[in-house]
C-alpha cells in the first residue's frame, strides 16, 4: 500500500532522511523506532509532501505522490496524526474534528462522525468543549479521530504516547489496534516507546540517523539483544 523507496529528504543544508526504502502492507501496522532526532517525524512530513523529498519515490497504491500538494495526498486516503498532536484548542471537538473531514465526501459526514464518536467516547461527551481544555490522553484521541474523520485507508501516528501516562498509553494502543482490526484502516506508526510499539506491530524498522538500520518482525525486533540494550531498557 505504501511504498518508499531511496528517499531522501531535509530541511535547507541540513539533510534528515540518506535513503529511505520501506513499506507498509495493505491491512498491517507497521511502526519506525528510533531515538530522539533520527529523521522519524520527517520521514512521515516527506510523505506527506513537506518538506519535499529530494531524492527518491513515495508511492501509494501503486501511485507517485512523491510531488503531489498534501491535499491531494489526503484525498487519496493518507491521513497524518501529527507529533505533539496540533488540535485546534479554541476550536471545540466537534469542530476540530469537522476540520478533519474537509477533504471527505460531506455525505458521509454523520456516518463518519458516529464511527470516530463510538471509538471515543469520550469524544462524545465532550463535544461542545474546547480542545485546547482536553486532557493530554483526550486530545490525542482528538487527534486520532480527526484524521479518522477523513475515511483513511492508511493512517500515519507520529508518537501518540507522547507525555502519557502508562495507562493512558495502553488505552490508546489498544484503540490502535482496534482501529486497524475492525475498521480496517492500515496503521504506519513512529514511535520512541518501543515496548508498547513492537508488541502492537506486525512488523518494525529501527532508524538511526537518517537511515534505516534494522527490519523485522514486532517480536523478533523485540526479541533482538541489540534493540532490547538500545530501546527497552527496563522493558
Ligand atoms: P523526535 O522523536 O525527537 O521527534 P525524530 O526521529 O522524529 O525525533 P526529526 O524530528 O525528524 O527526528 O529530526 C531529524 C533531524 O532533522 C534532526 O537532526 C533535527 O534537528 C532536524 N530537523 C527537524 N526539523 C527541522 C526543521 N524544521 N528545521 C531544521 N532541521 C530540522
Redesign the pocket.
Known amino acids: 500500500m505504501l511504498k518508499v523507496e531511496n528517499l531522501h529528504s531535509?530541511?535547507?543544508r541540513?539533510q534528515?532522511l540518506h535513503g529511505i526504502d520501506l513499506e507498509v502492507g495493505q491491512g498491517e501496522i507497521v511502526t519506525l523506532i528510533?531515538a530522539?532526532?533520527?529523521?522519524?517525524?520527517?520521514?512521515l512530513m516527506t510523505i506527506c509532501g513537506n518538506p519535499r523529498a529530494t531524492q527518491g519515490r513515495v508511492l501509494l497504491d501503486g501511485t507517485d505522490i512523491t510531488r503531489l500538494p498534501t491535499h491531494k495526498i489526503a484525498r487519496l486516503g493518507l491521513a497524518h496524526s501529527p507529533?505533539g498532536r496540533r488540535i485546534f484548542p479554541r476550536m471545540s471537538v466537534l469542530e476540530n474534528l469537522q476540520m478533519g473531514a474537509v477533504v471527505a465526501d460531506p455525505r458521509h459526514f454523520s456516518d463518519d462522525l458516529d464511527r470516530v464518536l463510538t471509538l471515543f467516547p469520550r469524544l462524545q461527551e465532550r463535544l461542545n468543549q474546547r480542545g485546547g481544555t482536553l486532557s493530554g490522553g483526550e486530545q490525542q484521541m482528538l487527534a486520532i479521530g480527526r484524521a479518522l474523520m477523513s475515511r483513511p485507508a492508511l493512517l500515519l501516528l507520529d508518537?501518540p504516547s507522547l507525555g502519557l501516562a502508562p495507562l493512558v498509553v495502553r488505552h490508546i494502543f489498544d484503540l490502535i489496534a482496534k482501529i486497524n482490526a475492525e475498521q480496517k484502516v492500515t496503521v504506519f506508526l513512529?514511535e520512541?516507546n518501543a515496548f508498547h510499539a513492537l508488541k502492537l506491530a506486525h512488523r518494525g524498522y529501527v532508524?538511526v540517523n537518517?537511515r534505516i538500520a534494522l527490519a523485522g518482525s514486532g517480536a523478533e525486533l523485540l526479541a533482538n539483544p541489540e534493540i532490547r540494550s538500545h530501546y527497552l531498557e527496563g522493558g
Open positions: 531535509g530541511y535547507g541540513i534528515a528510533g530522539n532526532g533520527a529523521g522519524k517525524t520527517t520521514l507529533e508518537e513512529v520512541q532508524m537518517g
